[in-house]
């Protein structure tokens, strides 16, 4: 078992940034892959970004892409998002999630783990 808790979410105008971050519990993080998606409301679970247990393997969503970065401090048992250039549309919770394969792809249902989410909130 893995527990996951998502913290650093707020409210900020367009064009701010925030950081959020991932604290793992319950198991060791080694091997494990991490995401990161939000879900905003009416709309389903859209995946933002990924990382591999051994930060070799990124990825991330196009509408993402240069304005997020995802990392992980495997010491800590932590992974983060740091989201620049914030816009209105990608205000939604955003949940981190956990795949003990390592795999860091975009698929929902390929993760094992999932927090509870925190929310953002982008104003124009």
């Known amino acids: 078992q893995v527990q996951l808790v998502e913290s650093g979410g707020g409210s900020v105008q367009a064009g701010d940034s925030l950081k959020l971050s991932c604290t793992a519990s319950?198991?060791?993080?080694?091997?494990?892959?991490v995401g990161w998606f939000r879900q905003a409301p009416g709309k389903g679970r859209e995946f933002v970004a990924a990382i591999s247990w051994n930060i070799h393997s990124t990825n991330y969503a196009e509408s993402v892409e240069g304005r997020f970065t995802i990392s992980r401090d495997n010491a800590k048992n932590m992974a983060y998002l740091q989201m620049n250039s914030l816009k209105p549309e990608e205000t939604a919770v955003y949940y981190c999630a956990a795949n003990v394969m390592d795999i860091s792809n975009a698929a929902a249902g390929e993760y094992d783990f999932w927090g509870r989410g925190t929310q953002v909130t982008v104003s124009s």
């Open positions: 319950g198991r060791t993080f080694s091997g494990i892959a």
